[in-house]
């Protein structure tokens, strides 16, 4: 942090557990309900992502509003992105009535006119249509619920504003259907659901992020880069959780180092992407080194794309900023004990790249240019 910026923090002390009303390492059903109330400018979404066995990847957002106009009141919606095995993506959403939005306090069960998302931090149970896109999923989860801390990043002097993020199901099994039309496509395979709220536009708190999720070997993971915009001093953040068997063994983002290898620019958006990220995590003489190798691209959009009309032309000529980027890659993981290799596994899977700004601060990043 700079003399000059604001500060930024994760919530974890003793008396943000107090206030928040939350434990460590005891993530109770309520949790997964309704965090914020749904007025300007409060944004709270649950998210869905499945890999299936097809080859097809799935996504089902219930947003509270569209996250680039978080400063209006109640205006619901839910997104289905379908991307088929030859590559062919179909985004599609629906705009509920206001009226058609509940969603409990009590644990998690957001209804949007005949539309659910509903679990008890275990099992979930997803129905959304938009167009002619439909799916009806069931999520088990097969590694514990899992927060970093709170759960929450704090910005500002009187920690006024806050991104918080809780991944229910870091892995779990998926089963059920999803339709194209009338088409019925059986989807089995792996998948994953957290929940995110803020009480502001997040890119006023976030400037980038790489992301990843998966599982390789006996072991599944989460692992996060955040790095916070100009006036909070680019402050970084690390969520890290490694888990075997289903049970967290390392979680301490403080103990993680994020790194960045080889870069290229993406033509759609014009940033770099990295030929690789690593996160190394270092816990006494234990130490594991997870490192995503990108393959190809599987997705590269701006938030522009998704204008229409005036707000399109407008947002170009203001040169709005913002973009996503998802590649797939090859997922390896090295476990050390006392400086000796003691298991090693390799696999498929992918990692993103979120930027809120027009540029990646170069200095927010521990940059490794010679790969070893």
């Given at each position: ?79 289905i ?10 985004v ?41 896109l439909s ?85 599944t ?85 998704f204008a ?9 000529l ?55």
């Amino acid at each position: 942090m700079t003399a000059q910026s604001e500060p930024a923090r994760l919530a974890d002390k003793p008396e943000d557990y107090t206030r928040l009303g939350l434990e460590r390492h005891d993530i109770k059903q309520w949790e997964d309900g309704v965090r914020v109330d749904t007025a300007a400018p409060n944004l709270e979404w649950w998210y869905l992502d499945a890999d299936l066995e097809d080859g097809t990847g799935l996504a089902v957002l219930f947003c509270t509003k569209d996250g680039t106009r978080p400063h209006q009141p109640l205006q619901p919606q839910i997104e289905i992105d379908l991307t088929l095995p030859d590559g062919t993506r179909t985004v599609k959403t629906w705009y509920p009535k206001p009226e058609e939005f509940s969603a409990s306090r009590d644990g998690c069960d957001v209804r949007m006119g005949p539309c659910r998302f509903t679990g008890d931090l275990h099992e979930y149970h997803i129905t959304a249509a938009a167009e002619e896109l439909s799916v009806d999923i069931t999520l088990e989860g097969t590694t514990a619920s899992w927060r970093p801390e709170t759960g929450y990043l704090l910005f500002g002097p009187r920690d006024e504003h806050l991104f918080a993020w809780t991944p229910f199901v870091p892995f779990g099994k998926v089963t059920g259907t999803y339709k194209i039309g009338d088409e019925v496509h059986e989807a089995t395979g792996r998948g994953y659901h957290d929940h995110n709220w803020t009480n502001t536009e997040i890119g006023h708190l976030i400037d980038h992020w790489w992301w990843a999720r998966g599982e390789v070997g006996p072991y599944t993971f989460i692992a996060a880069h955040i790095v916070a915009t100009e006036k909070y001093g680019y402050t970084p953040f690390h969520w890290y959780m490694l888990a075997r068997d289903g049970k967290p063994i390392a979680d301490d983002g403080s103990k993680m180092t994020f790194t960045t290898h080889g870069a290229e620019v993406d033509e759609h958006t014009g940033k770099p992407m990295p030929d690789a990220i690593s996160f190394d995590y270092e816990d006494g003489d234990r130490r594991y080194e997870l490192t995503l190798t990108r393959q190809r691209t599987l997705v590269d959009y701006t938030w522009i794309d998704f204008a229409k009309g005036w707000q399109k032309t407008l947002l170009k000529l203001i040169r709005y900023p913002g973009d996503y980027m998802r590649f797939a890659s090859v997922t390896s993981l090295k476990c050390y004990q006392a400086g000796k290799l003691v298991e090693q596994y390799e696999s498929t899977g992918a990692f993103e790249q979120i930027s809120y700004a027009h540029e990646i601060h170069e200095g927010s990043l521990e940059h490794d240019a010679a790969r070893k």
